[in-house]
Structures are given as structure tokens and as C-alpha cells.
């Protein structure tokens, strides 16, 4: 299940970086915008909207080489006002960058859990120093992207588990981790912006929850409805989270938590929030 989960769920992180370039000169940040991925510490360029050549193109980038190797290096944003003369960065790239042109240089990182994992840059065949606007679209930028890519590796690491719980085979001890992993994926779909993959999020909550049912378990005798937010609220009350537990987790206020639980008691017909896990779980809504 692994392997078909990844390439479904895992969009090319790629695409993503495209978007917000794409939104960077959409929004006039800079007459020249560019960026790449960082694999293995390594910047590759491969993305360039308003470039004349196409010198900067596969460009690989190590750590404190260049603009960009120190933008990954220091894993905060650099900027030169003057490529061709400055004296802050190694001139490793001097050929390619200064044949497109290029004078002021903006790079700044995206980082992931204390890494870069991307680089945006705008740049100017101007020699002036990066404006404050220019400067705050690509860090705006970088700052989605962050979250955007840890919203998928979290995807992912959840993933691993539950295929490592399944290919040993559920038992007791590891209850409790289907039912973290099964309110995690939902609470991360909330962060999803892609529909197809918050839907396929959700599949697959779905399969854990029926997943500690017996063999020849049915559900009862009559169908239960609950809607996807009641359901994300009941799986972090078997998780034993406090209203304002769930709240902070699936970012919204804590009366509206109030307001979900109530209405999935009601559906369920139970007088306590145990019950209503229990219910819920015999409906095969929860793990």
C-alpha cells in the first residue's frame, strides 16, 4: 500500500514551487524570478520565469557556493545590490549570471524542519538594492512553501507507519498508534489545499478505522451519518484530547468543537463523549 499511497498522495514538490514562482511574477515582485529544489544539500535550478538564456538552467549549487549555495547554507535569505562587484558571495556562477544580465540578486531559502529545501530568487538588471515589497512577496512565498511541504512530509511519515503496522499485522499494542495515525490524517487534510488528495486523505482514514474491526464484523442495522468534521473531532477524543486540544489541532475555536461533539452525541445517540467513541466505533467510523 506504501508505494501506491506515496505516488498518490505525494504531488512533485516541483509543481508546487512553480505555483508560487508563477505568483511571485504574477504580483510584478521582479522583472527576473527563478528557483529550484535542494536534494542532498545540493541546489538544482530548474525553474525561470522572464530569463533571456538559458545559462542558469540545470545549474547545480552546493552549500556557501554562489548566492543561493549561501541562502541554503545560512538557511535565511541573501541579497546583493551588485552581483558582479560584490564581495559577500564566491563568483563560482559569474559566467551564467552576468551573461543573462543580472545585477541585484534576491535568494531566499525554504526551510523545512531546519533545512533548505528550496530556493526562490528575484532578480533585477538594475544595479539597485531589493526592495522592501520585492523582498516580502518571495519571503511570503517561501514561508507557504514551507508549510505546504511539511503538511506533505508529515503525509508521508504518517504513511510509513501505518504500512509498517499493516505489513506486520495489527495487534493490541498498536491500537493506540492506528488511532493517532487515522486523527493525525485527518487533521492534516484540513491543511490539504488539493482536493483530489484531501479526498484520498480521508479513503484512507477511512480504512483504518475499519481496519480493527474483526473479520466478520457488520455494522448495525442502521446507517450512521456523521459529517467529516464530527468525525475528526470524535477521533482526537479517543485520542483523549481536551476541547482545546482539538481545537488548536484542526485550527478552529473551541465552541466550535463544542458544537461538532454536541452534534455527534445527538446522531449517536450517547450521553457522554466515551460513549460516542464507542458508538462511532461500532459504526466503523473510528479505529
Known amino acids: 500500500m506504501a508505494a501506491t499511497a506515496f505516488a498518490v498522495l505525494r504531488p512533485r514538490d516541483e509543481d508546487a514551487l512553480r505555483g508560487e514562482l508563477r505568483t511571485i511574477a504574477a504580483r510584478g515582485a521582479a522583472p527576473v524570478v527563478f528557483a529550484g529544489e535542494v536534494q542532498d544539500d545540493i541546489l538544482q535550478l530548474s525553474e525561470f520565469m522572464g530569463t533571456r538564456t538559458t545559462g542558469l538552467k540545470g545549474l547545480s549549487i552546493p552549500p556557501h557556493s554562489g548566492l543561493g549555495g549561501r541562502a541554503v547554507a545560512q538557511r535565511a535569505p541573501i541579497s546583493v545590490h551588485d552581483y558582479r562587484r560584490s564581495s559577500t558571495i564566491t563568483h563560482h556562477y559569474d559566467r551564467p549570471v552576468l551573461t543573462e544580465g543580472l545585477r541585484s540578486v534576491l535568494a531566499v531559502p525554504v526551510v523545512v524542519g531546519g533545512k ?98 474483526p473479520s466478520n464484523a457488520t455494522r448495525p442495522g442502521r446507517e450512521m451519518q456523521l459529517t467529516p468534521r464530527e468525525i475528526d473531532v470524535l477521533a482526537h477524543v479517543a485520542l483523549g484530547c481536551t476541547n482545546s486540544e482539538i481545537a488548536q489541532r484542526l485550527s478552529v ?35
Open 253 to 287: 475555536g473551541p465552541q466550535t468543537v463544542k458544537s461538532y461533539l454536541r452534534a455527534a452525541m445527538n446522531k449517536l445517540s450517547a450521553c457522554s463523549r466515551q460513549e460516542a467513541v464507542v458508538t462511532a466505533r461500532k459504526f466503523k467510523l473510528l479505529p
Open 116 to 213: 533548505a529545501r528550496a530556493v526562490l530568487y528575484a532578480a533585477s538588471r538594475e544595479c539597485a538594492p531589493i526592495g522592501d515589497r520585492t523582498a516580502n512577496l518571495v519571503v511570503a512565498a517561501s514561508r507557504r512553501l514551507s508549510t505546504e511541504i511539511s503538511i506533505r512530509d508529515e503525509v508521508d511519515r504518517r504513511l510509513q507507519m501505518l504500512a509498517t503496522i499493516e505489513s506486520a499485522g495489527a495487534d493490541g499494542a498498536t491500537t493506540e498508534e492506528l488511532r493517532d495515525i487515522h486523527a493525525d490524517l485527518r487533521a492534516v487534510a484540513q491543511h490539504v489545499a488539493d482536493t483530489a488528495v484531501r479526498s484520498r486523505l480521508h479513503e484512507l482514514s477511512d480504512r483504518i478505522a475499519a481496519l480493527r474491526q
